[in-house]
């Protein structure tokens, strides 16, 4: 049984960081597909980052040059680096899964999720 467990947001003032980390169990990251994904009050979910088994990464537009993912593939670990955060950035944050060799960031792509977590980033 694949499981994903976000670890607590945060709020912070914009121009800050936060880290966000994902631990997974039932899945080794270096599998397949893992990556994460947001969704703000009444828009889509919409994906950030993403990256494959060979550590090939994608990012959405709005995250390239702010945000870092990675991965710890011993510890089996997720992680994802937000700096210079902006107010648009506040969403609820979900990590995500798949077998799946290649997906990017569509969630459509992914069939195991995380419950999600909240982050909240102030003017």
């Known amino acids: 049984q694949v499981q994903l467990v976000e670890s607590v947001g945060g709020s912070v003032q914009a121009g800050g960081s936060l880290i966000l980390s994902c631990a997974v169990s039932g899945y080794k990251l270096d599998w397949g597909l893992i990556g994460w994904f947001r969704q703000a009050p009444g828009k889509e979910r919409e994906g950030v980052a993403a990256?494959?088994?060979?550590?090939?990464?994608s990012f959405a537009d709005s995250a390239k040059g702010r945000f870092t993912i990675s991965k710890d593939n011993a510890k089996n670990i997720l992680y994802l680096q937000m700096n210079s955060l902006k107010p648009e950035d506040t969403a609820m944050y979900y990590c995500a899964a798949d077998f799946r060799v290649y997906g990017g960031l569509s969630s459509y792509n992914y069939n195991y999720w995380g419950q999600g977590t909240q982050v909240t980033v102030s003017s």
């Open positions: 990256i494959d088994r060979y550590g090939t990464t």
